[in-house]
């Protein structure tokens, strides 16, 4: 009877974390390839502004400017509308359900950081601090839970280091975080099925990429304003 019982309690685990995870497929596909371009086309316009002021071009700097907070709002719209998603969703009784949720927040309010300033900016900037602490804590808590390996679990360790060098400005703790989770699944890489490499692997080259993108940084400050930007976990199944 309590092996019946167990079996049942993890098919409907698994059923619960699949439903939340389909759910999540079907929303974010639609909302992701709005936001992404979003993203993309404020970045250039920071730049394009950028170098307007630069030049001291100050009308077509504005103009861009105005570019820019368009941008920002439809960006935000998109953010807040997954973000209301997430808080609805409740607890799933799933570390890998309420981890992947976490992870959508932080990387959500991650999002809402890059492109506001001010007041906006710190508290964008702390709500996605305590998703994402709040998911690694969860997932760390349950030894029985995910494997560092997992797909869930590395996009997490990346977009936290993501959100540690771009919005904290601190490239060691985003270099420490990157190395540690890249670390902790080279470890298990032997012990994964095929199936479970093929998952993993493009997560561990987003890993590798940045540590050395970062650490050539850390070299090497010869004062160019414009490095080249981070790679991050943005696939729904992460």
């Known amino acids: 009877i309590r092996t019946l019982c167990a079996r049942r309690a993890r098919r409907a685990t698994s059923r619960a974390t699949g439903t939340v995870r389909g759910t999540w497929r ?11 371009p979003r993203r993309g086309a404020w ?15 100050e009308a077509k700097a504005m103009i861009v400017r105005e570019h820019m907070k368009r941008v920002e709002g439809e960006l935000r719209e998109i953010c807040d509308e997954l973000l209301d998603v997430v808080d609805a969703t409740g607890a799933t009784g799933s570390t890998e359900s309420e981890a992947f949720l976490g992870k959508m927040k932080g990387d959500y309010n991650r999002y809402i950081a890059e492109v506001t300033s001010g007041d906006e900016r710190a508290s ?8 994402y602490e709040r998911a690694t804590a969860m997932v760390m808590a349950d030894k029985t ?4 390996t997992h797909p869930v ?8 280091a993501v959100f540690h060098y771009e919005i904290r400005g601190d490239r060691e703790k985003a270099i420490e975080l990157a190395r540690e989770t890249f670390d902790n699944a080279s ?3 032997d012990e994964m099925s095929e199936d479970s490499f093929a998952s993993a692997m493009p997560v561990l080259r987003l890993l ?6 970062w650490s050539k940084e850390s070299e090497d400050e ?3 304003d414009e490095s080249e930007s981070p790679r991050e976990g943005d696939r729904e199944d992460k």
């Open 26 to 36: 079907r929303r974010r596909v639609t909302r992701a390839a709005r936001a992404a």
């Open 43 to 57: 970045r250039t316009l920071a730049a394009i502004e950028a170098a307007e002021r630069r030049r001291g071009r």
């Open 124 to 131: 964008a900037s702390e709500r996605a601090s305590r998703a």
């Open 145 to 148: 839970g995910l494997a560092s």
């Open 153 to 160: 679990l590395l996009g997490l360790g990346l977009n936290y």
């Open 187 to 189: 470890d298990e890489m």
């Open 208 to 213: 590798r990429d940045n540590i050395a993108l």
């Open 222 to 224: 010869e004062g160019n």
